[in-house]
């Protein structure tokens, strides 16, 4: 009798404790299959749990999806909602996350002893504590894995568990499962060369297009001028501002700045930029180092916009962790939120960076989160750029199960991102061969391309030939794209000749922020997130011009004739073509 009775008590008091905190059991969250590729674990070298950690946790927004379609809505020529960007407040309250989601994750953590180590900030929780207690936290065990190209060592861990009732509530939490390694996309085909590789020129104009035979070889900001059509424009001084995003310890100098202004741009030889440091960054000025990245985009970008501001973002956070401290290795959420909490006055309206990862070497998680809050810079009317990659469709093209397939780059394959691919040349201009563009396994296909990509796919043999490898139903990217070859770029005071679509981004991005001087000038709205635009009006009005030859290369043989064709209409290699500013500015 007494047995009986407690037989049929028990399972009710399962059933509360599997529902109250924090008694619910552990499940595991997030899981990488195998150690990330370049990584390797050191098995023989143990990590001190009294190391200092701060475990930020994302808290599960709501409404995503009708946010998403809010920013879609306001992105499309034509919507009612066109151009009535938000500002973060009322973002905030859409995806602020559900109080009941809040609640539960801070009595987990005030039931394990951190009531006293947690700053809360609208959709996340830092937890300040040490190796030890997030690993009892967290049920999981941190080791030290090396990066076999740079050797640098980092603390990460392969999974970990929270409770199960809380895996709706939590969205992600680093540092965890993210290696990374946020290269700069610069060129491993071209590299950096010295101008005397060019064989003199003739300097006569090509008199049907005016733009100079040079263009050709090399590319200064007049052939960018020339050939996307804003030679002679002057923008007036609005509120407009142009943002250069800068990572891995690189800054732009104002010397080499100014000697390229000297030598290219006479009239805008006084022009400088501001910098702005984000979580510790610098705006070192050493003009004897090789800042190759940072002179590039800044160059660029001040060069075709002058005298509209440039802001150069210099955000901390070198990865690999060069001293195993296990918060370095974060630089787009530090970068992303710094910039969020900017006022609508701070704020550039067009951002460029030339950064980014192999996609299958982000966790899925972080990178959700990240492209959620790209999203949210669209939506305060930011137009945010970036570089697809200088890998072609791919690098040693081997996914992590082993099976061969092409390897996509994020943040370029984030649907709320303009991704810019490479071209070269100008009669005609081609498609580069490092040009990075595929298909995203993370991301699906987005609306605003349907028609793009659905005619590509159901017409172009290379998307029959290459099947087997790559995503059909994935985000296709780059969606448009510039200049990416031999950029003369003045660095450590001397004019070198620089390739990748690291110079293709800024390239677009300066005329991007031309437009949108031009709109805030006349007064209208400042064009916010690009893609709804430019695969729609851009296009059919000819302010994108059809590359349509030239062809990608990639995969080092692993697969046979890797690459991707250029050809009529958008392809994954130029996207939906290069820009004609005299058409954008007036559509
Ligand atoms: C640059 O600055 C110098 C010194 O202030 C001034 O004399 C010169 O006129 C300026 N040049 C231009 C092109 O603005
Ligand atoms: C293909 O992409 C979709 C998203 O569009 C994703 O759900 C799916 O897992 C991807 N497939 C592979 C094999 O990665």
């Not at 960018?224 to 250069?244: I, R």
């Not at 955000?315 to 918060?327: E, I, K, S, W, Y």
């Not at 994020?410 to 070269?424: D, E, I, L, N």
Request: hydrophobic content about 35%.
């Amino acid at each position: 009798m007494h047995i009986s009775k407690l037989l049929l008590l028990f399972p009710a008091f399962l059933a509360s404790i599997s529902d109250a905190h924090p008694l619910a059991p552990y499940r595991t969250f997030e899981a990488l299959p195998s150690i990330p590729q370049g990584w390797e674990e050191l098995s023989n070298q143990a990590v001190d749990p009294s190391t200092p950690i701060s475990l930020r946790i994302h808290l599960a927004q709501q409404n995503v999806p009708q946010f998403e379609k809010a920013l879609i809505d306001m992105s499309t020529p034509g919507h009612p909602s066109y151009g009535q960007h938000m500002n973060q407040a009322q973002i905030d309250d859409i995806l602020r996350p559900h109080e009941d989601t809040s609640a539960a994750v801070k009595n987990w953590l005030e039931s394990k002893g951190f009531g006293n180590d947690l700053s809360f900030k609208n959709d996340w929780v830092v937890v300040s504590t040490t190796i030890g207690k997030a690993e009892s936290l967290l049920q999981t065990r941190y080791k030290v894995f090396r990066n076999s190209k740079t050797g640098k060592n980092v603390i990460r861990t392969l999974s970990y568990s929270v409770p199960r009732n809380l895996h709706s509530s939590v969205m992600l939490i680093q540092p965890t499962t993210l290696f990374g390694s946020t290269r700069a996309m610069k060129s491993t085909i071209l590299k950096v060369e010295d101008p005397s590789v060019l064989k003199s020129t003739s300097l006569s104009k090509v008199k049907s297009e005016g733009i100079n035979a040079a263009c050709q070889s090399s590319i200064t900001p007049e052939c960018l001028a020339d050939l996307y059509k804003y030679k002679g424009y002057k923008p007036t001084l609005t509120k407009n501002k142009l943002g250069v995003n800068g990572f891995l310890e690189q800054y732009a100098q104002n010397d080499d700045l100014s000697k390229f202004l000297k030598k290219y741009i006479p009239d805008a030889k006084n022009v400088t930029f501001t910098c702005t440091p984000i979580n510790g960054g610098k705006c070192t000025q050493h003009p004897r180092e090789d800042f190759t990245e940072a002179n590039l985009d800044i160059q660029y970008t001040v060069g075709a916009s002058n005298p509209i501001p440039n802001i150069y973002y210099s955000t901390a956070g070198r990865p690999p962790a060069v001293d195993l401290d296990p918060n370095t290795n974060e630089p787009y959420l530090e970068w992303l939120e710094f910039m969020l909490d900017l006022s609508d006055e701070e704020m550039p309206q067009t951002i460029t960076t030339s950064y980014g990862d192999d996609e299958h070497t982000v966790p899925q998680s972080y990178a959700i989160k990240v492209c959620n809050m790209i999203g949210q810079l669209g939506a305060r009317g930011v137009s945010v750029l970036f570089s697809s990659g200088d890998s072609g469709p791919g690098d040693d093209c081997t996914s992590k199960d082993g099976k061969k397939r092409f390897v996509p780059n994020f943040p370029a394959t984030c649907p709320f991102v303009t991704s810019v691919g490479g071209t070269v040349g100008v009669q005609p201009e081609k498609a580069v061969s490092f040009s990075s563009g595929g298909f995203s396994n993370y991301f699906s296909r987005p609306d605003y391309q349907n028609s793009a990509v659905g005619g590509y796919l159901s017409s172009q043999t290379d998307a029959t030939t290459f099947k087997d490898y790559y995503n059909a139903s994935g985000r296709a990217f780059p969606d448009i794209s510039a200049q990416g070859s031999r950029f003369h770029v003045f660095v450590g005071g001397f004019d070198q000749l620089v390739s990748g679509t690291s110079a293709s981004s800024p390239a677009f991005a300066a005329v991007i922020s031309l437009v949108n001087n031009d709109r805030i000038a006349r007064g209208q709205k400042p064009l916010g997130f690009l893609n709804p635009w430019l695969y729609t009006t851009a296009t059919e009005k000819k302010g994108i011009v059809d590359i349509t030859s030239g062809t990608s290369r990639g995969c080092s043989g692993s697969i046979p004739g890797a690459g991707w064709k250029a050809t009529t209409g958008w392809d994954p290699v130029t996207g939906l073509g290069t820009p004609d500013f005299s058409i954008l500015k007036d559509l």
